[in-house]
């Protein structure tokens, strides 16, 4: 279980990605059009 806090940074970091990633697919999808 001492490989918790690390996985949660992990999870957050992916979070933040992933929040990004998304933004920029909207954008692109309304460049698109």
Same mark, same amino acid.
């Given at each position: 279980?001492?490989?918790?806090? !690390? *996985? !949660? /940074? %992990?999870? !957050? *970091?992916?979070?933040?990605?992933? =929040?990004?990633? /998304? =933004?920029? %697919?909207?954008? =692109? !999808? %309304?460049? %698109? =059009?």
């Amino acid at each position: 279980m001492g490989d918790a806090p !690390r *996985h !949660r /940074s %992990a999870q !957050r *970091h992916t979070l933040k990605i992933g =929040r990004r990633a /998304s =933004r920029n %697919a909207c954008q =692109r !999808r %309304a460049l %698109a =059009r």
